[in-house]
């Protein structure tokens, strides 16, 4: 047997084939089949749910049941069959038909992925690089440092988030509490620089000494990408799509009480 077993897929995307075609290629009688599939109901339906379609018969126009088996499903309805040529030549083309569809799925996703990915990491990139250059020698910026391990999160954040995220500022908040709070780093070691934000307006904003640079970048991926990132992308999944209202993009300008404690746009 020579032929290419073609499968159906489901609307949740499952490749599943048909107990007709199963019956033909296994040269019995649909009729007999149904009744071992439903003799062996429970058995099957430990190997995924049992899906039954009703259908016409060709040139009779009366109704029919049939049903829609996945792979192992459709290799244990084989195995009812005495093992002959032709059961075994069956069960070797399913393989193949599943083994094609899986693959056919897996390059359909990556070219949807391919089309998707980049979209948040090139609109970061030009406000980044832009804003390298304002940076003061000595010092580091989030969105610098950001810009520096693009490459390793681009999966995640392409996956995760929509093109008006600014994950510069969630990341920046998070840091700002933590090197004030946590590690008690003192103002000497910070300086303001002119921001160019999203929408072109300038921020003098904060940046810090570079020899807490590698202690950023444990935090990065040791805190704020486990504990935090699934909480900002929560937070941008309610506006997917949409850029977030201005005053949510933005830190409040501090208060005379707290001018000391938080800066405008805290470290971005």
């Known amino acids: 047997m020579t032929q290419n077993l073609e499968l159906v897929m489901t609307d949740a995307g499952e490749p599943r084939i048909e107990s007709h075609l199963v019956a033909k290629t296994l040269g019995i009688e649909h009729e007999s ?68 569809a899986r693959h056919q799925l897996q390059e359909q996703e990556a070219r949807q992925n391919a089309g998707a990915i980049h979209t948040l990491t090139e ?82 904003v904060w940046a810090s000494a570079l020899c807490h640079v590698t202690t950023f970048d444990q935090w990065l991926w040791g805190v704020y990408i486990p504990q935090h990132f699934p909480e900002y992308v929560q937070y941008r999944t309610r506006r997917v799509g949409l850029p977030a209202p201005r005053d949510q993009l933005r830190l409040a300008q501090p208060s005379a009480r707290t001018t000391a404690l938080q800066p405008p746009l805290a470290w971005v």
């Open 123 to 204: 609109m970061f990139r030009p406000r980044a690089l832009e804003n390298l250059q304002r940076v003061p020698e000595g010092y580091f910026s989030v969105m610098g440092e950001l810009f520096k391990h693009l490459y390793n999160l681009e999966a995640l954040v392409n996956r995760s988030l929509d093109e008006h995220a600014l994950i510069e500022i969630s990341v920046g908040m998070r840091w700002s509490r933590h090197a004030r709070e946590d590690l008690a780093i003192p103002d000497a070691d910070r300086c303001r620089y002119p921001h160019v934000c999203q929408n072109g307006r300038v921020e003098q």
């Open 33 to 100: 089949l149904m009744r071992a599939v439903n003799t062996y109901r429970s058995e099957i339906g430990a190997l995924g749910i049992l899906r039954f379609e009703i259908g016409e018969i060709k040139g009779r126009g009366q109704p029919e049941k049939y049903s829609l088996l996945n792979e192992n499903q459709a290799i244990f309805v084989a195995t009812l069959s005495r093992n002959t040529r032709q059961v075994v030549d069956f069960k070797l083309q399913l393989t193949k038909a599943f083994a094609a």
